[in-house]
């Protein structure tokens, strides 16, 4: 008896491990089959939402322009400074001078030599938006193919929210327009507290009407 028993309870616990073996790799196997499938999903949808809107959608001029800090243009201007200068009267250089070139006409600085393309460009573009110039000084080359202007770019958002909150200062002549609806919220919530929440779309317009008297008394 001995034996036949023991051949029998090993060759039970025998299949049995097999059992849980063959088990363990089958679930391997499922699982491998899952992962690339979950995987090749995730990246296609992470490529949308990160490369796509974060690439094309313009800043929120009218929320972002007030609360940067123009001395940090003034900082990233320093890249420009081989080519550019930005007092009032300025001389041209290699590149015209800038005071004043938001809501100026592209191509139109007394005294300096255009490209054809900017020439061609400034036709069909009556002034520098706060997007066209976000747009040309991301990557002058390719907004305008052609350009004079040889500079790679300033490839970050942020460095050109902070060129732009510095060049709005230099004799700008753009209106900023007025913040998102959806964005204003957010940019407001900081200073309101709770009880500002529900009436959150209100608040930036007290904030511009806040704003807006104090250069009315000091000018009478
Ligand atoms: C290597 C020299 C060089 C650098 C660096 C450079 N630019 Fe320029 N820029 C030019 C030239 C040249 C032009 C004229 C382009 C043309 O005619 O096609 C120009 C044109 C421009 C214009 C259009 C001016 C107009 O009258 O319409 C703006 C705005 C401008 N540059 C901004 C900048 C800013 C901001 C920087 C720095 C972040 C910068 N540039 C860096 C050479 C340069």
């Known amino acids: 008896m001995s034996d036949l028993t023991f051949n029998k309870i090993a060759g039970g616990l025998l299949a049995t491990g097999l059992v849980i073996f063959g088990l363990r790799e089958l679930t391997t196997v499922m699982f491998a089959h899952h ?6 999903y995730a990246i296609a949808v992470a490529e949308g939402p990160d490369e796509g809107p974060a690439e094309e959608v ?4 009218g929320t972002v322009i007030p609360v940067t800090n ?7 201007a320093a890249k420009c400074a081989s080519c ?18 938001l809501g ?9 030599a255009y490209s054809p393309a900017m020439v061609e460009y400034a036709a069909s573009h009556p002034l520098w938006t706060w997007d066209e110039l976000d747009h ?19 490839k970050k958002q942020e460095d050109r929210v902070a060129m732009m909150a510095y060049l709005n200062t230099l004799g700008a002549t753009l209106p900023l327009p007025a913040p998102r ?12 507290d709770a009880a500002a929440a529900p009436a959150a779309g209100a608040a930036p317009v007290e904030g511009a009407a ?3 008297p104090a250069p009315t008394p000091a000018a009478k």
């Open 181 to 192: 609806p959806a964005a204003a919220p957010a940019e407001a919530a900081p200073a309101a």
């Open 58 to 61: 313009a800043p929120d001029w």
């Open 210 to 212: 806040a704003a807006a």
């Open 70 to 76: 123009a001395e940090v243009g003034k900082a990233v």
């Open 35 to 40: 992962e690339p499938e979950k995987a090749g």
């Open 84 to 101: 550019h200068t930005f007092d009032a009267g300025g001389a041209n250089g290699t590149g015209p001078n800038l005071y004043g070139i």
């Open 104 to 112: 100026h006409k592209p191509g139109a600085r007394p005294g300096f």
């Open 136 to 154: 040309f000084l991301k990557a002058p080359a390719k907004h305008m193919p052609g350009t004079k202007m040889t500079f790679v770019g300033l």
